[in-house]
């Protein structure tokens, strides 16, 4: 290889390669990718409106390509795209600000063996004084993102708790999980949501096999 991009779409081309080089681990991924976007609870078209969420937290450009490929034969809005893009950047971002407590107690000295209580995230209000303007600006803009609009706010609620299982945020998890309920939402389209990270998740660590390919290969 002399070429020096480390990503185009047309080494996505050698994805199925891995079907020949480890044939039972892929075959059972795809089997798993496809059952996580089918619908069930979740419409396919909403499933695919989280994968995109989910796909700019994981930043796949791959996953990115494909999902909004598939949200467009669902008749996926470019408005839907575009706000679930907002929610994923305001959990992530929110997963950032919400391990500020954690920050404020290792600052302080705090001996707790407990990393993650549920009171630690009542820190976060200290940040009003500590960095007022950046601190509310990103208050206004979470409360923005997450404001029903061509997606409702159960709908919010969902794709939020799909990014916060790819976040790893247990403070989010909490929060929008009580948040999807309030909203309406079954334990099932959470666990569905939730499934639909999972193989996103996955699937970036899949697609970038192609770079490794590319590297393996190089001369």
Same mark, same amino acid.
């Given at each position: 290889? /002399?070429?020096?991009?480390? %990503?185009?779409?047309s %080494? ?6 891995l ?10 991924? @795809?089997?798993?990718?496809q059952?996580?976007v089918?619908p069930?609870?979740? *419409? ?12 700019? *937290?994981?930043?796949?450009? !791959? ?12 008749d996926?809005?470019?408005? +839907? ?5 907002? @929610?994923? /950047? ?6 950032? @600000?919400a ?7 290792? !600052? ?7 990393? %993650?209580?549920?009171q !630690? ?10 960095? #007022? ?16 609009? @061509? $997606?409702?706010?159960? +709908?919010?609620e ?12 247990? %403070?989010?998890?909490?929060?929008h /999980? ?5 909203? #309406? ?12 990270? *999972?193989? $996103? ?14 590297? !393996?290969?190089?001369?």
């Open positions: 290889m /002399t070429d020096d991009a480390l %990503y185009k779409k %080494y996505f081309s050698r994805l199925p390669e079907g020949d080089l480890a044939p039972e681990a892929f075959k059972a991924f @795809v089997e798993f990718d059952k996580a089918a069930g609870e979740l *419409t396919a078209k909403f499933k695919e409106i989280i994968a995109i969420a989910v796909a700019h *937290t994981t930043g796949c450009p !791959y996953c990115i390509e494909v999902h909004v490929n598939n949200a467009k034969k669902q996926v809005s470019r408005e +839907e795209v575009s706000e679930s893009i907002m @929610v994923a /950047t305001a959990l992530k971002a929110g997963s950032a @600000v391990h500020g407590g954690n920050a404020l107690n290792a !600052y302080d000295g705090n001996s707790d063996q407990e990393l %993650y209580k549920q !630690y995230f009542d820190r976060i209000k200290e940040f009003a004084k500590l960095s #007022g303007d950046a601190f509310q600006g990103f208050i206004d803009f979470d409360k923005k993102a997450m404001k029903a609009g @061509v $997606l409702s706010a159960k +709908e919010k969902l794709i939020a708790v799909a990014v916060a299982h790819t976040t790893g945020c247990p %403070y989010c998890i909490d929060i /999980t009580k948040g999807a309920k309030s909203q #309406g939402a079954s334990k099932e389209e959470i666990a569905e949501s939730i499934f639909v990270a *999972t193989a $996103l998740k996955a699937g970036s660590a899949i697609a970038h096999s192609v770079n490794a390919l590319n590297a !393996y290969d190089a001369e």
